[in-house]
């Protein structure tokens, strides 16, 4: 799929929604920076059309240990979707990264 993808971006380098499926290809064969740079590329181009790689860049960020990023995608995304039926364990996997934050 991210062969596809990759000819979609190439062909309409301005469609956040390919940029976005990209991501999420490059995210379940676990390539974490092609993903995070095409997730980045989506919300650059439509952040409320690709809400949803706020939460495919804080699972990469918790990966990486990164729990301040990760909490902040978390509450990025919920700021563009407030109604997500799973906001309250949203809200809360953000408190619980924070709280690994090291001061």
Do not use: C
């Not at 990759?6 to 490059?26: H, I, Q």
């Not at 095409?38 to 699972?59: E, K, P, T």
């Amino acid at each position: 799929a991210a062969e596809y993808f990759d000819k979609a971006v190439a062909a309409d380098p301005g469609n956040a929604r390919s940029f976005l499926l990209l991501g999420m290809a490059n995210f379940e064969m676990n390539r974490r920076a092609e993903a995070t740079e095409s997730l980045r590329q989506a919300l650059n181009l439509d952040a409320a059309q690709s809400a949803r790689a706020h939460l495919y860049l804080a699972n990469i960020y918790s990966y990486q240990q990164q729990y301040q990023q990760a909490a902040d995608e978390i509450e990025a995304y919920l700021k563009l979707v407030p109604t997500d039926g799973d906001a309250a364990k949203l809200q809360e996997m953000a408190a619980q990264w924070r709280s690994k934050v090291k001061p």
